[in-house]
């Protein structure tokens, strides 16, 4: 069998890590990485010269900058600046290098804060979006319009997935600019090392979120790439091709911490404050166009926080 070369930008972050676990699993695929160090993805001249000299196939563009709320409030430039250039270079040298098929990872905070529940593709750019994170949203729906104005005006076949709220092994754990579950985490391990007698959570612990392991987001990664062309965009517009990726199920910050602190096994108290930023207090999306293609999550969260808990307190003992 002919080796299909798959570039994965971005192979050393979560979503890339989980995307080169389940493509190396492929005896006909030929993976193809690039650290920082060798590839610079804010430089054009040097992302369109990987792309005409390593000659690949396919793109998994997995490559941004990524944080939770306090990171996207403190780093707004940043964060537009550094994604729209990624996306903006990667795409194109996609294009001129003759790449027929690439998938962008987009994210759910392209949706407008009040979108309607469970959140519908359809809704994306019909309202406001949550302040906290606008700057990288905005850099996500502009890679989406990238991916679809390519298809239609040259035919290539672009596709977009927007991931729920994803965590798993290799997350970041920063304790300031990480999202949600990596920042809990790294919370109950340094109480439990600490003998502290409370976890402080930010925001009153009332907003919901939904929340997908990193190897179930790959698995629908891989699923929807091997998808027949017309069949792919049977049911899609050329101006709403984004497909949503997610559980179907949420649950509050509050349920989240508590479940937590039973797997770390903490037995100190919880607070919650009130007067830090949690964003929007409902946010889950619809997926029955993800079932209707044929995939759904099969990780369920207790048993993918135990994993990343044990992955985590592993890589302390390093």
């Known amino acids: 069998m002919v080796s299909k070369k798959v570039f994965v930008a971005g192979h050393l972050g979560m979503v890339g890590r989980a995307l080169c676990r389940q493509l190396q699993l492929q005896p006909n695929i030929q993976l193809v990485t690039a650290t920082r160090a060798e590839l610079d993805l804010t430089d054009q001249l040097a992302v369109k010269t990987f792309f005409q000299q ?37 795409i194109q040298a996609a294009h001129q290098a003759d790449v027929q098929k690439l998938l962008f990872l987009g994210s759910s905070c392209i949706y407008p804060k009040l979108a309607p529940q469970p959140i519908p593709e359809s809704a994306l750019l019909t309202g406001l979006l949550e302040p906290t994170n606008e700057p990288y949203a905005i850099a996500k729906i502009a890679g989406i319009k990238l991916c679809e104005s390519f298809n239609r005006q040259y035919g290539r076949d ?20 990480s999202h949600v579950i990596p920042a809990l985490i790294g919370k109950f391990y340094r109480a439990i090392k600490n003998n502290e007698p409370e976890v402080t959570i930010w925001g009153s612990g009332n907003a919901r979120r939904e929340f997908m392991h990193v190897d179930d987001l790959a698995s629908a990664c891989l699923h929807l790439m091997a998808i027949a062309q017309n069949k792919y965009w ?10 949503n990726v997610g559980t179907g199920a949420d649950c509050s910050i509050r349920e989240l911490a508590e479940l937590l602190k039973m797997i770390t096994g903490f037995d100190g108290e919880l607070l919650f404050d009130s007067s830090a930023a949690e964003g929007t207090l409902l946010k889950s999306l619809n997926v029955e166009l993800l079932s209707i293609l044929g995939w759904k999550a099969s990780i369920d969260l207790t048993s993918g926080l135990r994993e990343v808990w044990g992955w985590f307190s592993r890589q302390q003992s390093v």
């Open 234 to 243: 049977a049911g899609l517009e050329p101006m709403c091709s984004h497909i």
């Open 54 to 90: 390593r000659k690949v196939d396919e793109m998994y563009l997995a490559a941004a900058k990524v944080g939770g709320i306090y990171a996207n409030n403190t780093f707004p430039a940043d964060f537009i600046y550094q994604n729209l250039i990624i996306e903006c270079n990667l």
């Open 158 to 177: 672009y596709r977009c997935v927007m991931p729920t709220n994803l965590y798993g092994p290799y997350d970041n754990f920063h304790p300031q600019n």
